[in-house]
T-cell receptor
């Protein structure tokens, strides 16, 4: 149980286009999901906390107009990278907290490459 | 604030060698402690966890004991395999702040040679 999926697993796009990444909790409902960014050989950097039915909470230094987060249901959160540029190329990972437990489950990640 | 310090890698071992990856933490409350593993090109998988002092988490031959007196949660395995090559992240989650957002260490790369 407690499986989190992401789609797509990798995406290549042209500079200036927008890319949407989906994060789904497959067998539980998650009121809170998290989006991380990971640069090569580095740890995870929390970008934002996604709350179902309300606005996301962004970490300092993360542009909310650049990285749009929508958590429309208890099993789905989406991250849209708007007007992507090569510097946005990275590995994006989502996680979901199992309600009632102090534990998070991570998706397999999405590799974004912006040409 | 909360923090996690891991030994720097890469750690390079021969197959069947003993593994220790050190992890120490600072926290204001009583955190839960975790080890996650990340295989190349993949997301994080929970390897093991411990929720209170003296608890021992174990999974797939890996073990770690929550030591409150030394604020440590060192990861050990008696005999590593090539398939254990990955990056290992120590993390804590301190519910005292109410957010449950984990604090990660920088990760330690493990390379196991045949």
């Amino acid at each position: 149980g407690a499986v989190v999926s992401q789609h797509p697993s990798w995406v290549i796009c042209k500079s200036g286009t927008s890319v949407k990444i989906e994060c789904r909790s497959l067998d539980f409902q998650a009121t809170t999901m998290f989006w991380y960014r990971q640069f090569p050989k580095q740890s995870l950097m929390l970008m934002a906390t996604s709350n179902e039915g309300s606005k996301a909470t962004y970490e300092q230094g993360v542009e909310k107009d650049k990285f749009l987060i929508n958590h429309a249901s208890l099993t789905l959160s989406t991250l849209t990278v708007t007007s992507a540029h090569p510097e946005d190329s990275s590995f994006y990972i989502c996680s979901a907290r199992l309600p009632g437990y102090n534990e998070q489950f991570f998706g397999p990640g999405t590799r974004l490459t912006v040409l | 604030g909360d923090s996690v310090t891991q030994m720097e890698g890469p750690v390079t071992l021969s197959e069947e060698a003993f593994l220790t990856i050190n992890c120490t933490y600072t926290a204001t409350g009583y955190p839960s402690l975790f080890w996650y593993v990340q295989y190349p090109g993949e997301g994080l998988q929970l390897l093991l966890k411990a929720t209170k002092a003296d608890d021992k988490g174990s999974n797939k031959g890996f073990e770690a004991t929550y030591r409150k007196e030394t604020t440590s949660f060192h990861l050990e395995k008696g005999s590593v395999q090539v398939s254990d090559s990955a990056v290992y992240f120590c993390a804590l989650s301190d519910p005292a702040g109410g957010s449950y957002i984990p604090t990660f260490g920088r990760g330690t790369s493990l390379i196991v040679h045949p």
